[in-house]
């Protein structure tokens, strides 16, 4: 191919929207439209046919991800109006031949996807004899929250295949310059198009970098400058969304309005206001570390104050909570440093020593054991395990970028429900 070939994934439930979308798309410069596999699972061969008649001029590509029955689906598709047919490249070789034999006779293509292949080159090469037309080099999106990556596996397949490769899984307008460079003649782009509040101009970006290939993506970045990075770019609740909804603290509050915190945690038990522990906890925590204090014997007397709170800020700590109460809060609220606790009190504790310092401890309902990663908002705290945080870190972008396209299409003049479309979706009892 000449032109490299930019392809709109819509990976989406609802058909209207899907449309709605895509034309959107196209006049960002979109040239094939995909009927992404949960729009085939939720609304059939409707969705092939409907995109074909609304788009005449476009390729149409059915993401059908066959891995059985190949004649029969690959027919189903081409006779609704697909050009492209997408097979699981690990299928069994007699389904992938008869899949080809289906697509010769009724005139499409098949395009082989590597979604969970182990030898990709290996198993490239055999559907290739095989007679597919297109390879995928294809990073599914819950391996991508992991940190696998698609232009790891395109740059694998590099020369090893004589037909067309395309490419799929978190591409945008930094990384599909790149993936051209490194050889796709199809760039396939979904949620960092369609979830964006200006689809064209989401589509426009991706479509300038496919056409110049010499633009450099962003260096790679640590995975704890990454999770900082996704971390401080996401609100709490898309955080607990991101993890099925949990994480989240109970009856903390954040003291200064609408100030955040991210960073891994220091912890601190302490007892009944005694403050030595968090105090001495400051000198512990690196910048960017996040104080979470457990105060043992409610919240009738303080374990931290504003004093506490001037040296955290000076030690370059990002921010604090406490299962417990907190006094100087005109001072605090001055500074307008991140300090969420259950209460207020101007009783002061006395610096006995008593408790630890990066042990695990329960705070407001919550496990939080040193090193997890808490993001702390003005809708609250959430706890994420340190060993999951690059992916939740990762999903909740994902979780961001679908409100961004909710809250457009809000703003256009739908309303919530009709978005969601609740009363097709409602759990059937």
């Not at 010499?214 to 770019?233: H, K, N, Q």
């Not at 809000?410 to 429900?417: D, F, H, P």
């Amino acid at each position: 191919m000449a032109t490299p070939v930019l392809q709109v994934a819509l990976d989406l439930l609802e058909l209207d929207r899907a449309v709605e979308i895509a034309d959107e798309a196209v006049r960002g410069g979109a040239d094939w439209i995909e009927a992404g596999t949960p729009l085939i699972k939720s609304e059939g061969m409707r969705a092939v046919r409907t995109l074909r008649e609304r788009f005449p001029g476009r390729e149409i590509v059915a993401d059908m991800k066959i891995a059985d029955t190949g004649a029969i689906e690959v027919e189903m598709a081409a006779k609704s109006g697909a050009g492209i047919v997408c097979i699981l490249a690990d299928a069994d070789d007699t389904v992938v031949a008869e899949a080809v034999r289906s697509a010769r006779k009724y005139g499409v293509r098949i395009m082989a996807d590597l979604i969970n292949i182990d030898d990709p080159v290996a198993r490239s090469r055999e559907v290739a004899a095989l007679g597919v037309d297109y390879i995928n080099a294809h990073v599914g999106i819950d391996q991508q929250m992991i940190g696998r990556s698609s232009l790891d596996l395109l740059r694998r397949l590099a020369g090893e295949v004589d037909i067309p490769i395309a490419v799929a899984g978190g591409l945008d307008a930094t990384t599909a310059s790149g993936a051209v460079a490194a050889g796709a003649s199809i760039v396939i782009v979904g949620g960092n198009i369609i979830k964006a509040a200006d689809v064209t101009a989401a589509a426009q970006r991706v479509r300038a970098a496919i056409d110049r290939p010499d633009i450099r993506p962003r260096e790679e970045e640590s995975p704890d400058v990454a999770i900082r990075r996704l971390l401080e770019a996401v609100s709490a609740p898309n955080v607990t969304d991101a993890m099925h909804r949990k994480g989240a603290m109970a009856g903390v509050v954040s003291l200064c309005g609408r100030v955040k915190a991210v960073g891994r945690a220091v912890t601190v038990r302490t007892v009944a206001g005694d403050w030595a522990k968090p105090v001495e906890a400051i000198d512990i925590a690196g910048p960017g570390d996040v104080l979470v204090i457990s105060n043992d014997g409610g919240t009738h007397i303080a374990p931290w104050g504003e004093l506490a709170t001037h040296s955290a800020k000076n030690r370059g700590v990002s921010g604090v909570v406490i299962d417990g109460a907190v006094r100087d809060v005109d001072d605090i609220r001055e500074m307008a440093f991140p300090v969420f606790a259950r209460a207020t009190v101007p009783n002061a504790g006395e610096p006995k020593g008593l408790g630890e310092i990066n042990a695990e401890i329960a705070c407001c309902g919550q496990e939080v054991r040193p090193g997890d990663w808490i993001v702390a908002d003005e809708s609250g705290v959430v706890v994420v395990p340190r060993e999951r945080a690059y992916e939740v870190a990762r999903r909740a972008m994902e979780v961001k970028k679908t409100e961004e396209r909710i809250r457009e299409e809000i703003r256009r003049g739908k309303t919530l429900s009709e978005v969601s479309e609740l009363l097709k979706w409602e759990k059937r009892h």
